[in-house]
Nanobody, 115 residues
Framework: VQLQASGGGFVQAGGSLRLSCAVS????????MGWYRQAPGAQRELVAD???????NYADSVKGRFTISRDNAKNMVYLQMNSLKPEDTAEYYC??????????WGRGTQVTVSN
């Protein structure tokens, strides 16, 4: 199983980015998919996740600004990030948690938000 995150970049505060996570090797439809982030010197934290049935969960800091979605047919997960703030600067990671407990992580994609 491989997860490939993409879509990060450099953006000014107030701007938008859309992250994508491509999953190969396993159908993601039965799994919980999540986006996490890690800023320098900080712990990795949950940004948003989406479970089977499309129930979503967001960190308080991104509610109303970020939207997680999935496309089971394409085996893709997305994170639409609007109204970005400098404090959103971090490396963003995609995570897949399959039934029975296995967890897979992809490499991160860097998001940098300037003032």
């Amino acid at each position: 199983v491989q997860l490939q995150a993409s879509g990060g970049g450099f953006v000014q505060a107030g701007g938008s980015l859309r992250l994508s996570c491509a999953v190969s090797g396993r159908f993601l439809g039965f799994s919980t998919m999540g986006w996490y982030r890690q800023a320098p010197g900080a712990q990795r934290e949950l940004v948003a996740d989406i479970v089977r049935g499309d129930t979503t969960n967001y960190a308080d800091s991104v509610k109303g600004r970020f939207t997680i979605s999935r496309d089971n047919a394409k085996n893709m997960v997305y994170l639409q990030m609007n109204s970005l703030k400098p404090e959103d600067t971090a490396e963003y990671y995609c995570k897949m948690a399959v039934p029975l407990g296995q967890t897979y992580w992809g490499r991160g994609t860097q998001v940098t938000v300037s003032n």
